[in-house]
């Protein structure tokens, strides 16, 4: 019923940056709230950064200050917008949206970054 892909990710180096996208099939409008979870090989999925329907963000310690979770309602795209990336951040993203009081999840991306 809810489809979501995501796209931008990839190979880069320390230091540089990339943007990731999540188009859905549905009016982001409506959601209760969207966000980026990560997951590394051998860890546990964790979230990355959350943004309600009302616009309040939350980010983890980890890239506080470093990415920037946006929406266009316009294009029913979220992004993640990812600068000064260590090799820590390598992990498949994947984005999830709340709606009707259930998650939907995309397919994931692989970001690597390398040192």
């Known amino acids: 019923q809810v489809q979501l892909v995501e796209s931008g990710g990839g190979l880069v180096q320390a230091g540089g940056s990339l943007r990731l996208s999540c188009a859905a099939s549905?009016?982001?409008?409506?959601?209760?709230?969207m966000g980026w979870y990560r997951q590394a090989p051998g860890k546990q999925r964790e979230l990355v950064a959350l943004?309600?329907?009302?616009?309040?963000?939350n980010y983890a310690d980890s890239v506080k200050g470093r990415f920037t979770i946006s929406r266009d309602n316009a294009k029913n795209t979220m992004y993640l917008q990812m600068n000064s990336l260590k090799p820590e951040d390598t992990a498949v993203y994947y984005c999830?949206?709340?709606?009707?009081?259930?998650?939907?999840w995309g397919q994931g991306t692989q970001v690597t970054v390398s040192s």
């Open positions: 999830t949206v709340n709606y009707w009081q259930s998650n939907y």
């Open positions: 943004i309600t329907a009302g616009g309040s963000t």
């Open positions: 549905i009016s982001i409008f409506s959601i209760n709230y």
